[in-house]
């Protein structure tokens, strides 16, 4: 009934002011009502009125108070590798390969194509990351995928896609966190992209084209090469028929050194992927 009014209002542009108005009221008195509390310091959050550019702030700011929104969230920006997605040190210029990816030994074959990740792997970010896997915070996973899907649109919603693939957890590991929070991040992508784009995505988000077979060690402290070790041959694919031909992006919420994501990359392709991106919410 109230959604029918507040579509009627909607109809006519003079009572748009009215609605903001009543909307504005009713999120104060409901903040005063039931305040929320600061997900990292515990402090009540005080009501503050959300501009309306679509900025990192009014995402989190029902979440954390003022003083810990204040250390920010840091979006990775251009100057930026095309390839690995690493930004270069220097704030000028235009993006471009960088050494790592010029050199390397084999540059087109069974390699992620594209990295991109929504900001650095520190400040608020590292917190709210921390906040959703080991504490158990699924209501960061609205809005820090909201940030992300703001780097799927700048990166990759013009390219050919056929199916987004959360990197998979073993079932062990799934059934004590409770959540994928690799999945948890992009799972509102379909309406998000419907929402923008008026039209629903040629894509899908697939949780069974590919699973840990091995429950692995946490790679967490772990140099470069011993990841690479403690990871190989955790991946399989159930179903290569649904895989070969595909263009697919990868999913997870931290990029480290790289080498869950190219283990599960390279498992899509000797299962025929046409080609495999990474897309996640923070780099280190
Ligand atoms: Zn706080
Ligand atoms: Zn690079």
Known sequence: MFSLWKDHLRDHPKNELILKFLSCVGKRALAALFPHKCLVCGRY????????TPTVEPLLCHLFCSA????????????????????????????????????????????????????????????CIHLLKYRKKTSLARPLGRLM?????????????????????????????????????????????????????????????????RNTLSQTGFDKARRAENIKGAFRVKHPSKVQGKRLILTDDVYTTGATAREAAST?????????????????
């Open 45 to 52: 959050i005080r009501f503050r009125p959300q501009p309306a």
């Open 149 to 213: 899907f703001q780097t799927f649109q700048h990166h990759f919603v013009t390219g050919p896609l056929h199916v987004i693939v959360p990197v998979p957890l073993h079932r062990k590991r799934l059934v004590h966190r409770g959540f994928n929070q690799a999945y948890l991040l992009v799972h509102e992508f379909p309406r998000l992209f419907k929402e923008w784009a008026g039209v629903a995505p040629g894509w899908t988000i697939s949780n069974s084209l590919l699973f840990r077979s």
């Open 68 to 127: 810990c929104l204040e250390t920010g969230v840091n979006p990775i920006e251009s100057p930026l590798c095309t390839q690995c997605g690493k930004p270069f040190a220097s704030r000028t210029g235009t993006d471009h390969p960088c050494a790592d990816c010029l050199h390397a030994s084999d540059p087109t074959h069974d390699r992620i194509g594209m990295v991109r990740a929504f900001g650095h792997y520190d400040a608020l970010l590292k917190e």
């Open 268 to 284: 899509l392709f000797k299962a025929g992927a046409l080609s495999v991106d990474l897309l996640v919410l923070a780099r280190a």
